[in-house]
């Protein structure tokens, strides 16, 4: 199974600050690798999909990059709402499977 | 607007049976592949099944197989995972997710419906 590695564990900024996530795969991934954000008591919410392409509806300062087996999400800058726990998750090889999550908290 | 709305939680003891669904609406549920993810309290998220819009080949996590069966009928744009054997650490909140079409991600989530395993 493909493990992926999320950090740091919890990020602590200000609004209007850029936030920066890493997610890392114990093979390599190619591009098959999805970020989502979770809010408290919602579902998760499809940010980007295959490394970096915007899902549906998701403002352009969410962006991903990254291939093989390193990855980031940014957020360029920081809005109230942004505020939540964030997972990766990759489409590489069954079983699908996500990171462990990257909480970004108010600073 | 798509919606998918779980149903079906509750509390069961250990090694009992529960069977959850999820209806859809808002796509056309036959052309699209459809997963179950679940999430513990205060754990991270967990994939549980996949079965593509014509059930032609299912896929499950470890944790499941052989216990869970998920299942589709696609005249009540109807979602189902057959839980059997049930454990401790199969407590969670269950979720129905799409498969974003051409990719094993998940675009469209329900709000969850909680499993409670305890005697």
């Known amino acids: 199974e493909i493990v992926l590695t999320q950090s740091p564990a919890t990020l602590s900024l200000s609004p209007g600050e850029r936030a920066t996530l890493s997610c890392r795969a114990s093979?390599?991934?190619?591009?098959?690798l999805a970020w989502y954000q979770q809010k408290p008591s919602q579902a998760p919410r499809l940010l980007i999909y295959?490394?970096?392409n915007r899902a549906t509806g998701i403002p352009a300062r969410f962006s991903g990059s990254g291939s093989g087996t390193d990855f980031t999400l940014s957020i360029s800058s920081l809005e109230p709402e942004d505020f939540a726990v964030y997972y990766c998750?990759?489409?590489?090889?069954?079983?699908?499977?996500f990171g462990g999550g990257t909480k970004v908290e108010i600073k | 607007q798509v919606q998918l709305v779980e149903s079906g939680g509750g509390v069961v003891q250990p090694g009992g049976s529960l069977r959850l669904s999820c209806a859809v609406s808002?796509?056309?549920?036959?052309?699209?592949?459809m997963h179950w993810v679940r999430q513990a309290p205060g754990k991270g998220l967990e994939w549980v099944a996949f079965i593509p819009y014509d059930e032609s080949n299912k896929y499950y996590a470890d944790s499941v197989k052989g216990r869970f069966t998920i299942s589709r009928d696609n005249s009540k744009n109807t979602l189902y995972v057959q839980m059997n054997n049930l454990r401790a650490e199969d407590t969670a909140v269950y979720y129905c997710?799409?498969?974003?079409?051409?990719?094993?991600?998940?675009?469209?989530w329900g709000q969850g419906t909680l499993v409670t395993v305890s005697s």
């Open positions: 997710a799409r498969k974003l079409d051409g990719y094993n991600h998940f675009d469209y």
């Open positions: 808002g796509f056309t549920f036959s052309r699209y592949g």
């Open positions: 295959d490394a970096s």
């Open positions: 093979q390599s991934i190619s591009s098959f």
């Open positions: 998750q990759q489409r590489s090889k069954w079983p699908l499977t």
